[in-house]
């Protein structure tokens, strides 16, 4: 499942969701590497 994660205020990743961290960030995968941040929460229209 794709999934976006904030790492600032600016910058935001997409990439494979891989798990969940006790801390509320997930980490996600890109071509080669894993990120971890908080994400990006679904707004209503």
Do not use: N
Request: charged letters at 20%.
């Amino acid at each position: 499942m794709i999934r976006t994660i904030e790492l600032g205020t600016c910058v935001s990743v997409q990439g494979v969701f891989v798990r969940a961290l006790t801390d509320g960030r997930i980490v996600i995968r890109t071509d080669s590497r894993e990120f971890a941040g908080f994400p990006v929460s679904h707004k209503a229209a």
